[in-house]
């Protein structure tokens, strides 16, 4: 698991960093203080290091002097996340011998989204889309809300997880496209499920030969929708089972048996697919809070 530090002065904001980056599948571990840090860095494997820059004591480039220093520190790669814009920084960046693109992996200035601010670490650490979870516990909205509240300054004394209680109730774009495509799979699923399993059944009367290559290539193509739809939706026995009702149509490489079996099978297959519909469903998208 790819682990992060986080230093920065205020702890309200590292909870709300902690928060983001445990629920999008990353080891965080965050501390206020440069000697913690300092001795976090040197004594555990971290993937990436993340701190702002003015800070009372040890600015943060300060600190960066003193990891680029170190051999053994010097290859982490480190995200300035900081309300001072990079353009001002150019004279402290030369006092202390800093070069902004050898020594600095990006510079972020608050505020700044949860969406860009999770793109960037994973674009930084090389994380690959599907290692990674999306947010679970709370929605991009909620956390991109408390983001720009939090890193802007505001917020009081209010602690990060009391703030998201709080926040309303508004699925980002990105989740009502999901449920949508849920939505359309499910539907298109559902009546594809209901056609197959009324000709299997009319497949019990005697019919042309094409009647039942048609039926063989219907039931197939049904079924691997089945196996993606179930895939999605995190129901591996399902998709298993459509698998293997795929596998025993297949038309390309037809599987001879008696009239009768096939009776019995195109039965059985039927009463499947009539039960999948009512049991093979998406998961519901959760959402915390109170939905009154």
Not at 48 to 65: A, C, S, Y
Not at 69 to 92: C, F, G, K, N, Y
Not at 173 to 179: A, F, L, P, Q, V
């Amino acid at each position: 698991m790819t682990r992060i530090l986080s230093l920065d002065d205020d702890p309200k904001i590292l909870e709300v960093l902690h928060l983001l980056l445990e629920d999008s599948g990353y080891k965080s571990l965050i501390t206020t203080s440069e000697t913690e840090a300092l001795s976090i860095l040197r004594s555990q494997s971290v993937d990436l290091f993340t701190q702002d820059v003015i800070r009372p004591g040890m600015n943060g480039w300060e600190f960066l002097r003193l990891m680029k220093s170190d051999a053994s520190l010097r290859h982490i790669p480190v995200l300035v996340i900081s309300a001072v814009p990079i353009s001002s920084q150019t004279e402290q960046l030369m006092l202390y011998g800093l070069d902004l693109d050898r020594d600095l992996a990006a510079y972020l200035e608050k505020p700044v989204e949860s969406t860009d601010l999770l793109e960037r670490i994973e674009a930084l650490t090389r994380v690959k889309p599907g290692e990674r979870s999306t947010v679970g516990t709370y929605t991009k909205a909620q956390l991109d809300k408390y983001m720009r509240v939090r890193l802007s300054g505001g917020g009081g004394e209010q602690s990060a997880l009391e703030a998201l209680a709080t926040l309303e109730q508004e699925p980002p774009e990105s989740e009502i496209d999901s449920i949508c495509a849920k939505r359309g799979h499910r539907i298109v699923f559902t009546v594809t499920r209901l056609v197959v399993a009324g000709m299997l059944v009319w497949a019990l009367a005697k019919h042309a030969y094409g009647y039942y290559q048609f039926l063989r290539v219907a039931t197939t193509v049904v079924c691997v929708f089945g196996v993606y739809c179930a895939l999605n939706w995190k129901q591996m026995g399902w998709a298993w089972c459509f698998g293997l009702l795929a596998a025993l149509f297949n038309p390309l490489i037809p599987l001879r048996l008696e009239r009768l079996t096939w009776n019995l099978i195109d039965v059985a297959v039927a009463l499947l697919l009539v039960v999948s519909i009512f049991t093979v469903q998406p998961n519901r998208p959760e959402f915390s809070g109170n939905e009154d």
